[in-house]
């Protein structure tokens, strides 16, 4: 399961570190990669701007997407995801400070795997984060995509 | 009144035509049978006439031939008788003497043409012959034997005393027929001795000619009466044809033309003709008039012998031609009086045609009316009875049958009374005793109040018109009963309907009016009929001062009031225009008019109008506006404060969230990561660091949750408390298992409401009393209801802690609390949720509590009644 890369998605520095720190506190020693914004994350994923040359076929095992993001935000982010034929069956897990119900309809409509609301109890967050990695990374599996 | 008749209908020429031309032929017939009668016996008379005529003309002929016949008859006896033929008969003289003798004669009578003296041997002895130069005695050497001719040698053989008569025909001279004819007539006389012995012969030779042209003369030409001489065997002597006369002599026997061939009917009749008898007859219409002449012998010893003892038939005719002639003046005088006549009738029959036809068309026109007077008692609308001078029903028409229950029979000869109810007899009696002394027309009209009587004794209103009927019968009476039940309803509900529409155009708060529409003059238009609320809205004091005032003068916009004009005139109505008005006090007002165009029955256009004022509404409709205006500014205030709201709310929950987790977040790895670096103090305000940071999350969430509730739209529906509770209750026990917490649910309890706000107030309810129930053994919590006056009232319940009720105001406020958050916490907001949801349902809540017993929270949903 350790070589399943982790795409995740966080403008927010302190969470980013709280986010890898759950990880860690749940023994996930998957590769992660950030985006610090929505624009980022596509680049990463289409395999381009700084990330031209990256072989696009290859995709991580999981996308963490928060909503606010700078430039691009997380539900035009998952639009994309899912227009792109390749990256259609993507799972994307909506990890989100927002308790908004408007948010969380939008978020599954478009498309998203999960909705995981980041709680302020940063117990309750690592006990989250290890559920989301033993789920999505070890319990899944993914369809197979050309 | 047949000319009347006549004209009325057209005048029938034909028949009358006819009629007269067959009245006229009759009278033809009868004028002509008295016209050919009158005419038949002129005839009779001409033929009268002409027969007296005819017989005077045999008479005179007969009269001349019979005169000729009787000389010789008489001059023979007298020749014989002479001396000189005695002593010639005695021997010894000479015939001297005779012939002196028959010279003498012979002078005396011219016609003798021979007069001669034959000796017993048939020869010539004396021999005189006429001469033109008188009497001429034939010497002795030229006398000649005449013994061989016929009369000579009868002559000889004749007895003494016996003349013999020849027949009358033609003379002789040496065996040829002497030309021109001389017709002859021959007597002879024997002459004897004393002794007896026969010694001669004397004869005379009439000629006839002067005879014949005697009878030939008596003929009367212009009057075409011939006279006509044939011997005994119908030998035409002197004929209608001179070459018949004397034709036997030169023809075989029998082959002779004879009277009888060409007139055989009168042949046969004057065969029976006697000797010396006379006749008349017709015979084909020819007249015919005949004698039988015969010589007759003079003196009493002497006889006739001979064929001319046979005698002569004189006979007269006058042909049917003349006698047609001799009427023909009279058929013409005839024919022209009967032509007269004939055209003196013709008017008469004309006129006898004329009156005769108008009768028959009287008698027609008499039936036909009867026929429809019939067909116009049955078809009439109304009960018609005929009655009689004493007022018995005399007939009565199929109406009046059904109307009042009886059939026909059953009612002739019965008063008219038993149709009239009891109570109305003494006025029906009145009424017809006046009608009898002046009979004329009347009517009765259904305001007099009569009725009639069914035979089953019901009644029914009725119109009575009677009048008089004078025919042959005399004069009866004529009653036209109309059945008014209906018509009675009808004008009541007429009336009643009237009324209604004059209240109601009284009585409209709407100003209503008619007025006339010149299409030329606008200050010709006036007003016809203002009702009193268009009196009032004008502020005319009366309804004359507003209908002198012209239209025109009550619109305060000129042009408005034309263009009003111009559309009403264009599509004849207008509905709900809105314009200025002024009264007649010069108050200018808002009016809203309806106006629709008419024309009356003659033509005449006018206008029928609404004018309501509505000042006051317009006045209103700006403040409306106004308050709309305002309204929308609110509104769209209140949608970018929400919009603001919102979005601040987003913020919040977002962006005060993420330090917090920071803040609990990195307070924790330090607490885990570098604990053992701290002492217990340092630890405890780590914790402390962390409650903080968790409590102000709940804050936030709460807040968040406050202000959703207040933004949120109700969307109401049927809501399952009941069930929603024991949910709730569900989620409570799993939060803590280990407590014991009695849940008491009134079953079956709907509430209609916003099932999403419901269970955010009941879940906080349940929440505190979750939360305030903490340690008791068992704690105990009731949701249930009950009625109070119209509304419904829930409650919950608790044995918790409760609280004094003297902070009860503070109860509903956010951020209020009445308890240690060390030993209940909690941030205040949730009660001030339940009110903000309870208050969207228009709803109330209050609680009522006591320190250390519990405390109960009760709310009602104001759309809410009790069941």
């Known amino acids: ?146 | 009144m047949a000319d009347a008749g006549l004209m009325a209908e057209g005048y029938p020429l034909r028949a009358v035509a006819a009629r007269a031309l067959a009245f006229w032929l009759g009278a033809l017939l009868v004028l002509g049978a008295a016209f050919w009668t009158l005419d038949r016996r002129q005839h009779a008379a001409i033929q009268r006439t002409l027969g007296i005529q005819q017989r005077t003309l045999i008479e005179q002929a007969s009269g001349t031939l019979a005169a000729a016949l009787q000389l010789p008859l008489a001059d023979l006896p007298y020749l014989a008788d002479r001396p000189a033929v005695h002593r010639w008969l005695a021997g010894g003289e000479t015939l001297a003497g005779v012939a002196t003798d028959l010279l003498t004669l012979a002078r005396h009578r011219p016609d003798y043409v021979k007069l001669r003296l034959f000796d017993a041997g048939g020869r010539e002895l004396v021999r005189v012959n006429q001469t033109p130069d008188g009497p001429h005695l034939v010497p002795e050497s030229e006398l000649q034997d005449k013994a061989e001719r016929y009369f000579v040698r009868d002559g000889l053989e004749q007895p003494s005393g016996t003349i013999h008569v020849s027949r009358f025909d033609l003379n002789v001279e040496r065996g040829e027929i002497e030309r021109p004819f001389r017709p002859m007539l021959r007597f002879g006389l024997p002459v004897r001795a004393a002794d007896g012995a026969e010694r001669g012969l004397i004869t005379i030779n009439y000629s006839g000619n002067a005879l014949l042209d005697q009878l030939a003369q008596l003929a009367m030409p212009e009057a075409d009466i011939g006279v006509w001489l044939v011997d005994g065997e119908g030998h035409w002597l002197l004929g209608e044809r001179p070459e018949e006369a004397w034709a036997f002599e030169f023809a075989a026997s029998g082959e002779a033309a004879r009277f009888a061939d060409r007139h055989g009917p009168a042949w046969a009749l004057l065969q029976g003709a006697g000797p010396g008898a006379t006749g008349q007859a017709e015979i084909g219409g020819d007249l015919f008039a005949w004698r039988r002449v015969l010589p007759a012998a003079v003196g009493d010893h002497w006889r006739l012998s001979g064929p001319g003892t046979k005698g002569w038939l004189l006979i007269s005719r006058t042909p049917r031609q003349a006698v047609a002639a001799a009427a023909a003046g009279q058929h013409l005088s005839l024919l022209g009086g009967f032509a007269a006549l004939a055209l003196a009738v013709l008017p008469g029959a004309l006129a006898l045609a004329h009156f005769q036809i108008g009768r028959r068309q009287n008698l027609n026109r008499l039936r036909a009316s009867e026929a429809r007077f019939r067909d116009m008692l049955a078809a009439a609308p109304d009960a018609i009875l005929i009655l009689d001078e004493g007022g018995r029903i005399r007939l009565s028409n199929a109406r009046g049958e059904e109307w009042f229950g009886y059939r026909n029979e059953e009612l002739v000869g019965r008063s008219a009374e038993v149709l009239v109810p009891e109570r109305l007899r003494e006025r029906y009696r009145a009424l017809w005793e006046e009608h009898c002394s002046a009979p004329r027309v009347r009517l009765l009209g259904a305001d007099a109040g009569l009725a009639g009587r069914r035979r089953d004794g019901s009644e029914f209103a009725v119109e009575l018109s009677l009048a008089p009927l004078i025919n042959h019968e005399g004069v009866q009476v004529i009653a036209v009963v109309r059945d008014v039940t209906e018509k009675h309803a009808l004008e009541q509900a007429r009336e009643e309907a009237q009324t209604r529409y004059r209240q109601l155009f009284a009585n409209l708060p709407l100003g209503v009016f008619r007025s006339s529409l010149s299409e030329r003059l606008a200050d010709d238009r006036r007003f016809l009929e203002v009702n009193p609320a268009l009196v009032a809205l004008f502020e005319a004091g009366s309804a004359e001062r507003l209908l002198a005032c012209p239209p025109v003068q009550l619109y305060a916009d000129d042009q408005q009031r034309a263009a009003l004009v111009a559309e009403l005139f264009a599509l004849g109505a207008v509905t709900g225009r809105e314009l200025r008005m002024v009264t007649l006090s010069g108050r200018v007002f808002d009016a809203r008019l309806s106006l629709v165009t008419r024309r009356d029955d003659d033509g005449n256009r006018f206008v029928d109008g609404v004018i309501e004022d509505i000042s006051a509404r317009c006045a209103a409709e700006r403040d409306r506006d106004r308050a709309a205006e305002e309204v929308r500014h609110k509104a769209a205030a209140l949608e970018t404060a929400n919009r603001e709201l919102e979005s601040f709310s987003y913020s919040v929950s977002h962006d005060l969230r993420a330090p917090l987790r920071a803040v609990d977040g990195f307070s924790r790895i330090l607490e885990q990561g570098y604990g053992e670096r701290l002492d217990d103090s340092g630890r405890e305000y780590l914790g402390r660091v962390r409650c903080a940071a968790q409590h102000m999350a709940a804050l936030i969430d709460d807040l968040l949750r406050l202000a959703r509730v207040a933004r949120s739209e109700l969307q109401p529906g049927p809501v399952d408390l009941s069930g929603l509770a024991t949910e709730l209750a569900a989620t409570l026990d799993e939060r803590e298992p280990g407590r014991e917490l009695r849940w008491h649910i009134e079953p079956g309890l709907v509430a209609r409401g916003d099932a999403r706000l419901l269970r955010v107030a009941l879940d906080n309810l349940f929440d505190n009393a979750w939360k305030f129930t903490r340690g008791r053994q068992p704690g105990e919590v009731c949701f249930g209801s009950h009625v109070r006056g119209q509304a419904m009232v829930y409650y919950v319940r608790d044995n918790g802690v409760g609280f004094d009720m003297a902070y009860a105001d503070k109860l509903f406020g956010a951020f209020q609390r009445l308890h240690d958050p060390a030993e209940f916490p909690g941030t205040g907001v949730g009660l001030a949720t339940v009110q903000r949801v309870v208050g969207k349902h228009g709803g109330l809540v209050w609680a009522e509590a006591e320190v250390g017993k519990g405390a109960a929270f009760y709310f009602t949903l104001g759309m809410q009644e009790a069941a």
């Open chain 1, 1 to 146: 399961m350790s070589d399943k890369t982790i795409l995740l998605v966080e403008d927010n520095p302190d969470d980013r570190t709280l986010t890898m720190h759950a990880f860690a506190s749940n023994r996930i020693a998957n590769p992660v990669v950030t985006a610090r914004d929505g624009v980022e994350a596509l680049d990463y994923l289409f395999g381009t701007g700084p990330h031209a040359g990256r072989d696009p076929q290859v995709l991580p095992a999981l996308v963490l997407l928060d909503l606010k993001l700078p430039r691009i935000d997380g539900l035009e982010v998952l639009r994309r995801i899912r227009a792109h034929p390749r990256t259609r069956l993507l799972p994307v897990v909506i990890l989100t400070s927002s308790n908004e119900d408007r948010d969380r309809i939008e978020g599954y409509s478009l498309g998203a795997n999960s909705y995981v609301r980041k709680p302020v109890d940063f117990d309750e967050f690592v006990r989250a984060a290890g559920q989301l990695g033993l789920y999505w990374l070890v319990l899944n599996t993914p369809p197979q995509v050309d």
